[in-house]
T-cell receptor
Framework: AQSVTQLGSHVSVSEGALVLLRCNYS??????LFWYVQYPNQGLQLLLK??????LVKGINGFEAEFKKSETSFHLTKPSAHMSDAAEYFC?????????????FGSGTRLQVQP | KAGVTQTPRYLIKTRGQQVTLSCSPI?????VSWYQQTPGQGLQFLFE???????NKGNFPGRFSGRQFSNSRSEMNVSTLELGDSALYLC??????????????FGQGTRLTVV
């Protein structure tokens, strides 16, 4: 069985500040991990993915995440927040790399960016 | 190339009715998955179709069903609608095979409201 915990349902940062969104996972097999972003009334857009290659993963829009097996974590960071980053972010895990594998999602973190 | 297309975008139905949602995957993608998103339960996997066969199923009642056509387009049906079925239904497509098949691409969703 697999699960994802996102700490903090709401995170607020100032424009230009560091963004840190936390994700911890549980998986009985080596996990494949994903971060998705969702804007209001939109679907999910993939930000980045970890598929057992490099532990530091760079994604789109300046986001990156580091896979830490010892901490079972996959936190999402961005050095400098922009107003356009305001959205809901979902961490997800699957049992394999294939796009066909069912994704188990965390409950989401809503990011607010203050001017 | 065109992304995942879901129709309709919005739908209002009455309790007890049935509804059919449609999903056209990215050209060349053979796998289609469906997810339900609600404020209370978050994002939950419904089922996945590949080559016109249901390959994986989440924990939903039999009122939720789907099918996939030879052109990979998929439909999802919900019968005897309940108020709790009000949700954003998201479709995701993936290649289904091959080394690059590591992620699913989501459509914008169909917002179903049951009254």
């Amino acid at each position: 069985a697999q699960s994802v915990t996102q700490l903090g349902s709401h995170v607020s940062v100032s424009e230009g500040a560091l963004v840190l969104l936390r994700c911890n996972y549980s998986s009985s097999v080596p996990p494949y991990l994903f971060w998705y972003v969702q804007y209001p009334n939109q679907g999910l857009q993939l930000l980045l993915k970890y598929t057992s290659a490099a532990t530091l993963v760079k994604g789109i829009n300046g986001f990156e995440a580091e896979f830490k097996k010892s901490e079972t974590s996959f936190h999402l960071t961005k050095p400098s927040a922009h107003m356009s980053d305001a959205a809901e972010y979902f961490c997800a895990v699957s049992e394999g790399p294939g796009g066909r594998r069912a994704l188990t999602f965390g409950s989401g973190t809503r990011l607010q960016v203050q001017p | 190339k065109a992304g995942v297309t879901q129709t309709p975008r919005y739908l209002i139905k009455t309790r007890g009715q049935q509804v059919t949602l449609s999903c056209s995957p990215i050209s060349g993608h053979r796998s289609v998955s469906w997810y339900q998103q609600t404020p209370g339960q978050g994002l939950q996997f419904l089922f996945e179709y590949f080559s016109e066969t249901q390959r994986n199923k989440g924990n939903f009642p039999g009122r939720f069903s789907g099918r996939q056509f030879s052109n990979s387009r998929s439909e999802m049906n919900v019968s005897t609608l309940e108020l709790g079925d009000s949700a954003l239904y998201l479709c995701a497509s993936s290649l289904g095979i091959g080394q690059t098949n590591t992620e699913a691409f989501f459509g914008q969703g169909t917002r179903l409201t049951v009254v």
